[in-house]
C-alpha cells in the first residue's frame, strides 16, 4: 500500500472533524437528545479505549500515572454511560428527574480527581497495585450508584424550570479548580511526558476546564450552553484520545516503552559522554607519552656514551648495561602505550603508500634473521615470485605487525625454527595496477605454544601468559596493537597454537597492486648488487625450497640471471654448464655436501673463478674460518 502523505493525511482528518462537528450540530438542531447521546458515547469509548489499551498491556507498562488514569477512566466512562441512559428524553430511568445532573457531576469530581491523584503515582513509581485500586475505584463507583439511585443522597443538580442548583455551581467551580491544579502539575511534570502527548493533555484539561464552565451557565438540559458543554467535551476527550490511543496505537512506545525509550537515551547520553571521557584519557595519554619520550632518550644516549668511555670499570659498565636495558625496555612500552592510546583515540592514521613488497619483506627477515641467529634458532622464509611486485599500503604500520609477529616467535622459541611466509590466498580481484590481492603473512613457529583457553587473551593489553614467558622482556602489548593496526588496514590477525608444540599467526591482508616504481636505491647502491653492470648469473644452491625461492625471488628482482640447485652434484653439473658468476651455496646437502662441492669447483680449471658464498643456519662456524679452510667467498648466516 502506498503511504498517503501526511499533509493530505491531515486534510482528510480536518474535513471529517469538521464534517462530524457540523453533522452534531445539524443533529442538535434536529433531535437535541440524539445530539447528547453521540456526543456522551464519544467520550465514553474514549475512557473504555484508554483502559482497555493501559490494562492490556500493564505487564510493560512502567508508568503507573498511566494505568490509574486508566483504571479511573473505566468507571467515569461507567458513570457517563449512567448520564447518558438517565437523560431527560431517554426515557430509561423515569423515576426520577435527577439522575442525569448528579452522575455528570460525580463523573467530573471522580475524573478531575483521579487526574490530580495519578501524579502521586507518576512521582513515586511503583506504590501503584492496579487490582487494589479496580477494586477501590468500583467501591467508589458503587456508592455514587447507589446514592444516586438507590438511597437518593446525593445533592439535587438541576431543577427543570428554576436551572441549576447551588451545589451543582459551587462542584463546576471546584472541579475547575482541582483541573487547573491538573494542568500545574501536568507543567511541573512535563519532562515526564512525550512532548505531544503533554501538550494534547494540557490543551485536553484546558477544554474540560472550558466544559465545566459552559455547565455552570445553563438553565436548560437542551440550551445552547448545555450544547457548548458538550461540544468542549468532545474537543477534550478528542486529545485524550489523540494522546492516549492514537500515541499507543501509531507509535506505542511512546507511551508504553516510554521509560525504556527515556533510559536508552540516557543510555546513549552516558555511552557518549564516556566516549568522550575515554578518548581525552587516550589524548592525554598520548602526550603524556610523547613527553616522557624526550628526556628518556637523553638519559638512553648519555649510558650508550658512557658505555663507550675507556675509563669505566666492569662494575660500572654492568650498571649501564642495566640503564641501557631498562631504558630501552621503557622506551618501548611507552612507544607501545602511545600507539595503543593513539588507536583508542582515533588518531591512528593509516597512510598508504606504494612501495616494493619483496624488497620491503627482505628488510623485514633481515631485522629478524639477526634476532634468530643471536638465540641460535633457524629463521625461514618465503617469499613467492608471483606476488605484485609493488602494492600500495601502509609500509610502516604493516611492518610494524610482521615485525611484532616474527618477533614474537622468536622471542618465544628456544629451539627449533621460524618460518615466515607470504601467499595469495585467493585469485587477485582485477588485473595489474589496482588489482587486490588477498594476501596471507605466517608466522610459524617451535616455541613454548599458547594454551588453548588463553589463546584470544593473548590479544588484550597487557596479557602476558606463562612464568617462563613473564621472564621474557615484553610489554603485552604488542599484540593488542597488531590486531588493531591488522584491523585498520582492513585485515585481521588469527592464531592457532598448542602448548608446548608451538604457534601458527596469520595475518590476513588485502593489498592492492601497485605500479612498481624505479629501484629507490641510489645507483651506487645499486651497482654493488650488480645492476649497474652487465646482467650476471647467480646460481642458488640449497636442499629446503623455501631457502632458494626467497634468494631466487629476491635476486631475479634486483635483475640477476638465477637457476637453482638442489643438491651439490646439481651444482657441480650446473656450474660447468650456466657459468655463474656467483654461486650461493649451503653448506648442508644431501648426495654432495656444499664443502665438497666447493673443493671440487675449486680444482676444476672451468670454474675455480667463481665466486662462491656459503649460507648456512650452522653456529658452530665462524666465517673466516670456513673462507680460509674452502676457499669460500664469503658467509650468509640463514
Ligand atoms: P609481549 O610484549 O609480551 O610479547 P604481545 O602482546 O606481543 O606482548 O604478546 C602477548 C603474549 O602472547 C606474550 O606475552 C606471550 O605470552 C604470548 N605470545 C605471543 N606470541 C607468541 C608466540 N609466538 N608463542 C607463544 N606465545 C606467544
Redesign the pocket.
Known sequence: MQPVPQSFQRMITMSLGAAALIGLYLTSLYNYLLFHSLAEIFSILVAAGIFVIAWNSRAYIRNDYLIFVAVAYLYIAGLDLLHTLSYKGMSIFTDYDYYANQLWIAARYLESLSLVAAFYFLVRPGRLNPAIQFFAYGAIFAVIVLSVFTFRIFPVCFVEGEGLTTFKKVSEYIICLILAADMALLARYRDRFEPNVHRWLMWAVGFTIVSELAFTFYISNYGFSNLVGHYFKIFSYYLIYKAIIETGIVRPYDIIFRELVQKERHLEKARKAADVANRAKSEFLANMSHELRTPLNGILGYAQVLKREAGATEAQRAGLDVIDRSGRHLLNLINEILDLSKIEARKMEIMPTEFRLAEFLVGICRIVAVRAQEKGIEFHSHIPPDLPVAVRADEKRLGQVLL?LLS??V??TEEGEVLFSVSAIGPPAGEGRGSKWPLRFAVK?T????PAHLIEE?FQPF????EH?RAVE???????ISRKLARLMGGDIAVQSREGEG?A?HFDLTMEEARPAADPRAPEERAIVGYAGPRKRVLVADDRWENRAFLVNLLTQLGFEVKEAGNGAEVIDMAAAFRPDLIFMDLIMPVIDGFEATRRLRSDPETEGVRIVAVSASHTLSAQDIAREHGLDGFIPK
Open positions: 611484532n614474537n616467535a622471542k618465544y613457529d616455541g613454548a605454544g599458547i593473548i596479557k602476558q601468559i606463562g614467558q615484553g610489554t603485552g602489548l604488542g599484540l593488542a604457534s599467526f
